[in-house]
């Protein structure tokens, strides 16, 4: 199974950059995953890492380190919208009981004042 | 992109009845789609593994009975929450697998919200 861990809330202000941080204990590995959650909405896919190194896309950039067990999603020129749950997420393998299913953390609520 | 219905999206419905949920992929066929469970402020929770064609693989703890899943069609899986209890109010999202990706992303359905009286 995997055991994955996020920090549970992040402030900062609009134009800022912040940066969550997500580990993970992994028995198989396929790929991690970043999403954005509003509330009362579901998620929306933001980024996916499955080799080292940095994914950038836009405002939002994921980096990922296999070996230290390691992901974090960078989000610059932070805007209000951008308040919001964020969801790391890793993906298992597929095996004949798996079937590459997903275990999520626990989300970071990121909230973007003015 | 990618898109997938859920149907309906808010229900309310009385302690003891059942409930039926429906996932479909509207651009796309899904051999897989998972079942997840929120509460609020919660992250996901997954419930099962929805495969067409065969039975649905449900995680540690979920009741089968009591959680049918029905993965009729490649684009179509019914999830019916039978007779309905207030502490399976919450709220139940869907996603399904876009086969041929390069990142084979879950993509999610709008949610399901379920309260029972």
């Known amino acids: 199974g995997q055991n994955i861990d996020q920090p549970t809330e992040m402030t900062a202000t609009e134009g800022a950059i912040v940066q969550i941080n997500c580990t993970y204990q992994?028995?198989?590995?396929?790929?991690l995953f970043w999403y954005q959650q509003h509330a009362g909405e579901a998620p929306t896919f933001l980024s996916y890492n499955v080799l080292d190194g940095l994914e950038e896309k836009g405002r939002f950039s994921s980096f990922l380190s296999r070996s230290k067990g390691y992901s974090y999603l960078l989000l610059k020129e932070l805007q209000m919208k951008d308040s919001a749950s964020y969801l790391c997420?890793?993906?298992?393998?597929?095996?004949?009981?798996?079937?590459?299913?997903?275990?999520f953390g626990a989300g970071t609520q990121v909230v973007v004042t003015p | 992109g990618a898109v997938v219905s859920q149907h309906p999206s808010r229900v309310i419905c009385k302690s003891g009845t059942s409930v039926k949920i429906e996932c479909r992929s509207l651009?796309?066929?899904?051999?897989?789609m998972f079942w997840y469970r929120q509460f609020p402020k919660k992250s996901l929770m997954l419930m099962a593994t929805s495969n067409e064609g065969s039975k649905a693989t449900y995680e540690q703890g979920v009741e089968k009975d009591k959680f049918l899943i029905n993965h009729a069609s490649l684009t179509l899986s019914t999830l019916t929450v039978t007779s309905a209890h207030p502490e399976d109010s919450s709220f139940y999202i869907c996603?399904?697998?876009?086969?041929?990706?390069?990142?084979?992303?879950?993509?999610f359905g709008p949610g399901t919200r379920l309260l029972v009286l």
């Open positions: 992994t028995s198989g590995f396929n790929g």
């Open positions: 996603s399904a697998i876009k086969p041929g990706q390069t990142k084979e992303t879950q993509y």
């Open positions: 651009d796309f066929q899904a051999t897989t």
């Open positions: 997420a890793v993906r298992d393998r597929w095996t004949a009981d798996s079937w590459g299913k997903f275990q």
